[in-house]
């Protein structure tokens, strides 16, 4: 993303899982209230594995929130009519059912990182986000990634190689490692500008307070 006159990119890294709705709720909140102020954001992922010891074959979904968060059934069905309603708002489609399982997400990361070399990170991070919450698509599955890499006007075969290798893991590892040394325990969690810490989805408004406290009005960077 290029600067514009008087108008500098803010970096702001985005620490988030591919299977966390509200790393999905939370950037999209973020991209609202900066394209409302005119602020162009320059945004990195950065890798976080909600349950790195999932099994293959994933978990159900509800089951898993109520053995890790105690959420009870009822619980569980209010927090999805909440993040559907808040992602209808923002235009990201969450469509959650019965049965839905949730995975590891290890080699979805190694992928976005790939996607990263060949300048679609962010458009890689938004697919697999789609895929998962909007599709219901296991995205752990090779082939999902593969179609993903594909639909995005990249070589799938490439794609799948460099998953089957295991190229990505180490700089993976490495990356998810060091937020974790820094303290990071639960996504989203944002970083602006290097220094400035914001966890959790903030809401449009308040998100829109912190670009204007960091200075980006917008039209001129004060």
């Known amino acids: 993303m290029a600067e514009t ?45 909600l ?45 959650f059912f019965e049965g839905m399982r949730i995975y590891n997400t290890f080699q979805a990361h190694q992928l976005i990182e790939w996607a990263e070399e060949r300048g679609k990170g962010h458009e890689m991070k938004q697919a697999l986000l789609a895929a998962y919450f909007t599709d219901g698509k296991n995205v752990s599955d090779p082939e999902v990634l593969t179609q993903a890499a594909e639909n995005l006007r990249l070589d799938g075969s490439e794609a799948r190689a460099a998953l089957d290798s295991g190229k990505h893991a180490d700089s993976v590892r490495q990356r998810a490692a060091f937020w974790v040394n820094q303290g990071i325990r639960g996504v ?35």
């Open 5 to 49: 006159p008087n108008r500098p990119v803010l970096r702001v890294d985005i620490i988030s899982d591919v299977v966390c709705p509200w790393c999905a709720v939370g950037y999209n909140q973020l991209a609202f209230a900066a394209r409302r102020a005119g602020v162009q954001l320059g945004i990195h992922w950065q890798p976080f594995e």
């Open 51 to 95: 349950n790195p010891g999932m099994v293959p074959e994933g978990e159900d979904l509800r089951e898993h929130l109520a053995a890790k968060y105690g959420s009870t059934a009822e619980q569980s069905a209010q927090v999805r009519a909440q993040l559907t309603k808040l992602g209808e708002a923002l235009g990201f489609t969450f469509r």
């Open 188 to 222: 989203p969690a944002m970083v602006f500008d290097g220094r400035h810490l914001v966890t959790g989805a903030q809401g449009v408004e308040n998100y829109a307070s912190v670009l204007e406290q960091l200075g980006y009005t917008g039209n001129t960077f004060t």
